[in-house]
C-alpha cells in the first residue's frame, strides 16, 4: 500500500513538472482550454492543468522576413517583367495570427502576388523602372491594411529585383550606350568650348597686359627724357652762371689792378695766339690788335734806325 501511494505521488510530481512551461523572451503561447481560446501566455513562468489545457501555438513576435521568388507581371503597356519582393513584417497579436487566416505566410504570398500585379498594371515600363519606392509604399500600405485582421504588422516592402524581357534590356542596354555617347560628346564640346573661351581670354589679358606695358614704358621714356633735359638745361645754365661770373671776377680783377691799354692789348695778341694754335684757316683780328701791330712794326722802325 505503501508502495502505490508512493508512485502516485511520484506520478502526480512529474505530472506537474511537465505541466509547468516556461515561456522565453520574443515568444507567446496560445492556450487552449477543452479546445477553446483562454489565453496568451508572454515571457516568464507558466502553469497549465493537465489534460485540460493545451498549447495551441507557439509564435515568435521577432521581426521575419519572406523573401519571395520572382512573379510575372505585366505593365501597362504590355511588357511581362519577373519581380520578386522582400517583405518585413511582425506578429503583434498572437491570438490573431493563430485564428484568423489559415497558412498565414502562404496568405501573404499570394496577396502581395496579387497587390504587385495591380499596382505594375497601372504603371509603364519606365515608370516601374524609376518607381520603386512609389511601388514598395503602395504596397506597404496596402498590405498593413489587409494583415492586420491577421495580427501581423507589415513594416516594409522592398522590390528586390526587376527582370524586364531579354529583348527589352538589349534595347535598353543600346539606348542606354547610345545616351553615354551622346553626353560624353556633349561633355567633348563643352571642354572644347570652354578650353577655346579660355585660350581666347588668355590672349585679351595678354594683349592688355602688353599694352599696359607699353604705355608705362612710354610714360617712363618720356619722363626720363623730361628728366634729362631738365637736368641738361640746369647743367648749361649752372654753366652759364660760371662762365658769367668767371667773367665778373676777372673784369674786377683787371679792374683792380689798373691795367694799362697796352698791357691789354698785349694780353689779347696773346689770347690770339692760344686761338689760332695753327689749326683755324679763317682768323677776324679786331681793330685794335690791328693797330696794336702798327704800334708793334713803328716801334721796330725806331729801333732799327
Do not use: C
Not at 518607381?131 to 492586420?148: C, G, K, W
Not at 550606350?177 to 564640346?189: D, M, P, T, V, Y
Not at 585679351?204 to 637736368?231: G, Y
Request: proline share 4%.
Amino acid at each position: 500500500m505503501e508502495y502505490v501511494i508512493a508512485g502516485v505521488i511520484l506520478l502526480l510530481i512529474i505530472v506537474v513538472i511537465r505541466n509547468i512551461k516556461i515561456v522565453p523572451q520574443a515568444q507567446a503561447y496560445v492556450i487552449e482550454r477543452l479546445g477553446a481560446y483562454k489565453e496568451t501566455w508572454h515571457v516568464g513562468l507558466h502553469m497549465k492543468v493537465p489534460l485540460i489545457d493545451k498549447i495551441a501555438n507557439r509564435v515568435s513576435i521577432k521581426e521575419r522576413v519572406l523573401d519571395f521568388p520572382p512573379q510575372p507581371v505585366i505593365t501597362k503597356d504590355n511588357v511581362t517583367m519577373q519581380i520578386d519582393t522582400v517583405i518585413y513584417f511582425t506578429i503583434t497579436d498572437p491570438k490573431l495570427y493563430t485564428y484568423g487566416v489559415e497558412r498565414p505566410i502562404m496568405a501573404i504570398e499570394t496577396l502581395t502576388a496579387t497587390t504587385l500585379r495591380n499596382i505594375i498594371g497601372d504603371l509603364e515600363l519606365d515608370e516601374t523602372l524609376t518607381s520603386r519606392d512609389t511601388i514598395n509604399n503602395q504596397m506597404r500600405i496596402i498590405l498593413d491594411e489587409a494583415t492586420d485582421p491577421w495580427g501581423i504588422k507589415i513594416n516594409r516592402v522592398e522590390v528586390k529585383n526587376i527582370i524586364p524581357p531579354v529583348d527589352i534590356q538589349n534595347a535598353m542596354e543600346k539606348q542606354m550606350r547610345a545616351e553615354r555617347e551622346r553626353r560624353e560628346a556633349i561633355l567633348r564640346a563643352e571642354g572644347e568650348k570652354t578650353s577655346n573661351i579660355l585660350v581666347a581670354e588668355g590672349k585679351k589679358q595678354a594683349l592688355i597686359l602688353e599694352a599696359e606695358a607699353e604705355k608705362t614704358a612710354a610714360i617712363l621714356r618720356a619722363e626720363a627724357k623730361k628728366e634729362a633735359t631738365i637736368r641738361e638745361a640746369e647743367g648749361q645754365a649752372e654753366a652759364i652762371l660760371k662762365v658769367q661770373d668767371a667773367t665778373a671776377r676777372g673784369l674786377k680783377m683787371i679792374k683792380d689792378q689798373e691795367l694799362t691799354k697796352e698791357v691789354i692789348s698785349i694780353r689779347s695778341l696773346e689770347t690770339f695766339e692760344k686761338v689760332a694754335d695753327g689749326k683755324s684757316t679763317k682768323i677776324i683780328i679786331p681793330s685794335e690788335i690791328q693797330n696794336m701791330a702798327s704800334l708793334v712794326t713803328s716801334i721796330k722802325e725806331l729801333a732799327n734806325d
